[in-house]
């Protein structure tokens, strides 16, 4: 399965590291990054495979959470489908 | 990969309007729980219920989770209960409510649709037995909702049971007085009901459905609100394209949702109900879009125009977004579920006769209205039947959801609390339809059922 995560807030130092590490540690490959700043917020989208994910996908995503608040950011992990479905016929 | 803007603009959708999935509900056939001895049927329907749906909230919940899109409701469809209860001799069907009612409990459900009956030709005794027993199911169980068709365009109004149906609401209302009437927030009277609608009160599983499905219904008045904001001042062409986009969007989502959970679940998808069901929450209102067409407020002239526009644009849009469609498909207007439309009957905008003309071009009808308690069965009676008679003669399904409650009086609001909002008590017209209601029989179908 394939996912797209998101993080949005304010810019600093080390937040793709905090990511990536998680990911890292869990086995979670990186396929695309793409970062901007929409509205003022830093807007950083990764897409990652999770074919061979250690952890299951609710622990990944309490992992992510609690980094996000750490870092005082919102980081969501969703299942690539939902923006396939709504944005590609 | 999709690009960051379109990643955005789902998560705004979800975030900051109020984008979701209203409701999976899982319809279940009960035809082979007829037994004689009523507590056999209760025990078979028990079972089955449970078999079937003991996964339903665990998948909804995982799904939810893993797209992040909220899920707000979990819900089971059943064979109107007067066909599956009638088999045995038993002179009321409360116990069966109650079974449905701990069914429910049991796999967690929101709610579970289907102590019905379809009684637009006629009743069975059954049927009789369904009705009767009513206020009294829905005053002493919490999950339960129920619906009677008495109107379909092929056989025309059962004036009958429009007159008995008056009477029940009162009943209904009385045995629930201490909140509000509340049984009656739980019983639809539909013309033309659909048998395969997700949405309570009046979702029930069809005689002509699988054994058992998965229809979903979606939700998103905050969205294309929102996408109206950025089309202020252009024509009615760009309205209407820019709600058909959304409409596609949101109905996507829908069917993303339905197809997971039916494979999940291993039941086939049966539809996506093409909706736009409001909530209390600000943001997730129907009446605001309308006023976002340009309406002051809404309920003021234009507001039947704008609807069915919306309505149509809506349709238009989520066609083309599912495989199939079904259910009710168009924009709800519960008043009590809707903080524009509350906002709109208390500055005096709104009134029920504006909300029938509205219902001649949405789906449903008078939906979650309440009146004053005073308001005689009669009135109820001949308010059903004029949405009857709408519903009839468009080849539409029409509803009426309405809480005479007791005790309270133009001006007062009533809490229902939840997704049913609160609903402020609206002026009913004090002449008497008695001697009309007292009639009785059938209204004949009209001529444009004849289309053989």
């Known amino acids: 399965m394939r996912a797209v995560i998101t993080v949005i807030g304010k810019d600093r130092v080390g937040i793709i590291a905090a990511v990536s590490t998680i990911l890292a540690d869990c086995n979670v490959n990186i396929l695309d990054i793409s970062q901007t700043i929409m509205q003022g917020m830093f807007t950083m989208i990764m897409l990652v495979d999770m074919s061979c994910m250690k952890i299951d996908f609710s622990e990944l995503q309490d992992k992510l959470e609690n980094k996000g608040h750490e870092l005082g950011l919102s980081i969501m992990v969703q299942h690539e489908d939902i923006f396939n479905s709504m944005h590609r016929i | 990969?999709?690009?960051?803007?379109?990643?955005?603009?789902?998560?705004?959708?979800?975030?900051?309007?109020?984008?979701?999935?209203?409701?999976?509900?899982?319809?279940?056939?009960?035809?082979?729980?007829?037994?004689?001895?009523?507590?056999?049927?209760?025990?078979?329907?028990?079972?089955?219920?449970?078999?079937?749906?003991?996964?339903?909230?665990?998948?909804?919940?995982?799904?939810?989770?893993e797209y992040g899109i909220p899920i707000i409701n979990k819900r089971i469809s059943v064979?109107?209960?007067?066909?599956?209860?009638?088999?045995?001799?038993?002179?009321?069907?409360?116990?069966?409510?109650?079974?449905?009612?701990?069914?429910?409990e049991t796999v967690g459900v929101n709610f579970i649709g289907g102590f019905s009956a379809l009684v637009h030709k006629g009743f069975t005794e059954g049927d009789r037995k369904l009705i009767k027993s009513i206020p009294e199911a829905l005053s002493t169980t919490n999950k339960v909702c129920s619906s009677v068709n008495v109107a379909t365009t092929k056989s025309g109004i059962n004036m009958d049971a429009v007159r008995e149906m008056g009477h029940v609401i009162k009943e209904a209302a009385a045995l629930t007085a201490d909140k509000g009437g509340m049984a009656c927030a739980k019983l639809v009277v539909f013309a033309n009901a659909p048998e395969d609608n997700p949405f309570m009160a009046g979702a029930f599983h069809g005689v002509g459905e699988p054994e058992c499905v998965i229809n979903v219904g979606v939700s998103g008045p905050g969205v294309v609100r929102s996408a109206l904001e950025k089309v202020k001042g252009a024509d009615f062409g760009t309205v209407s394209e820019t709600i058909k986009k959304t409409a596609f969007k949101i109905t996507r989502m829908g069917q993303l949702v339905a197809q997971e959970a039916s494979k999940r679940l291993g039941v086939p998808f049966g539809i996506v109900d093409l909706s736009l069901a409001p909530t209390p929450a600000v943001g997730d209102s129907v009446a605001h879009i309308l006023e976002e067409m340009g309406l002051e407020k809404c309920g003021t002239h234009g507001t039947t125009a704008a609807l069915a526009l919306l309505n149509d644009a809506v349709k238009k849009g989520g066609t083309m977004a599912s495989s199939y469609v079904g259910g009710l498909s168009g924009a709800f207007i519960p008043v009590s579920e809707d903080a524009g439309m509350i906002d709109a009957v208390a500055k005096g905008a709104l009134t029920i006769d504006k909300l029938e003309a509205m219902t001649c071009v949405c789906s449903v009808g008078l939906d979650m209205i309440v009146v004053p308690g005073d308001t005689s069965a009669e009135t109820i009676s001949a308010i059903i039947a004029d949405e009857a008679a709408i519903g009839v003669v468009n080849n539409k399904t029409t509803a009426v959801r309405i809480i005479p409650a007791p005790g309270k009086a133009v001006g007062d609001v009533v809490e229902f609390g939840g997704l049913l909002g609160s609903g402020p008590v609206m002026r009913v017209n004090e002449y008497s339809s008695s001697e009309f209601i007292k009639r009785g029989g059938r209204i004949p179908a009209p001529v444009i059922s004849l289309r053989n």
């Open chain 2, 1 to 65: 990969m999709v690009g960051p803007f379109e990643v955005m603009e789902t998560i705004k959708m979800i975030e900051e309007e109020n984008l979701d999935i209203r409701t999976i509900t899982m319809g279940i056939s009960l035809r082979d729980c007829c037994h004689p001895d009523g507590k056999a049927a209760r025990q078979k329907i028990y079972d089955k219920i449970t078999r079937l749906a003991a996964n339903l909230v665990k998948v909804g919940e995982d799904i939810e989770k």
């Open chain 2, 79 to 104: 064979t109107p209960i007067s066909i599956v209860a009638e088999s045995c001799d038993e002179k009321d069907y409360v116990k069966f409510a109650e079974t449905l009612d701990k069914a429910a």
